[in-house]
């Protein structure tokens, strides 16, 4: 079912998500939990991932959306109480939005490269070494489980443009 995005100000975005029992991640509750935030995904066009506070479920689970995958049978789609094991050294100022934190834009400083390990949807843990996008998207949906936003690290802050926004919404 698709559930809305909250925005900033929404409790949950700001709260400590807690981790789900491994027990009892294969639940129906969890399952349709799941299936609700990558239905939600599905309806924005610039989407890339989306952390269960966004919908105002605090728990420690992220989806990713599929087309961010070369290989999406060979990925995990979901994330399950994920841990950033290791970061590099090297980082840099990415461009980045939230879709909590609707129509801003800024620049974080994100690590180049990570390693992170986590549950998928039937329980079984994992570890995925990332690099690029999905190396800057492991970093952003965990900060949502710290209750921190984007918006709390960034620079150059600022109001995407109506022709910005347009574009995104394919008008």
């Given at each position: ?84 094991l290791?970061?590099?050294?090297d ?37 995925v ?5 999905l ?37």
């Amino acid at each position: 079912m698709i559930k809305e995005i909250v925005q900033d100000g929404h409790p949950a975005l700001r709260a400590k998500a807690k981790e789900v029992p491994v027990e009892e991640i294969q639940s129906e509750a969890i399952q349709e939990l799941i299936q609700d935030m990558h239905d939600s995904l599905a309806t924005q066009r610039d989407g890339v991932a989306l952390a269960a506070p966004q919908i105002g479920v605090e728990k420690r689970i992220f989806v990713v959306a599929p087309f961010i995958f070369k290989h999406p049978e060979r990925e995990k789609l979901v994330y399950i109480n994920p841990r950033i094991l290791s970061k590099s050294r090297d980082a840099s100022w990415k461009h980045e939005g939230c879709l909590s934190c609707r129509w801003k834009v800024g620049e974080v400083k994100r690590n180049e490269e990570v390693e992170i390990e986590a549950y998928d949807e039937n329980g079984e843990k994992f570890r995925v070494h990332a690099d690029g996008l999905l190396a800057h998207i492991f970093q952003h949906e965990t900060d949502h489980f710290e209750g921190i936003l984007f918006l709390d690290k960034a620079r150059n802050l600022r109001d995407m443009t109506e022709e910005e926004i347009r574009e995104i919404q394919g008008e």
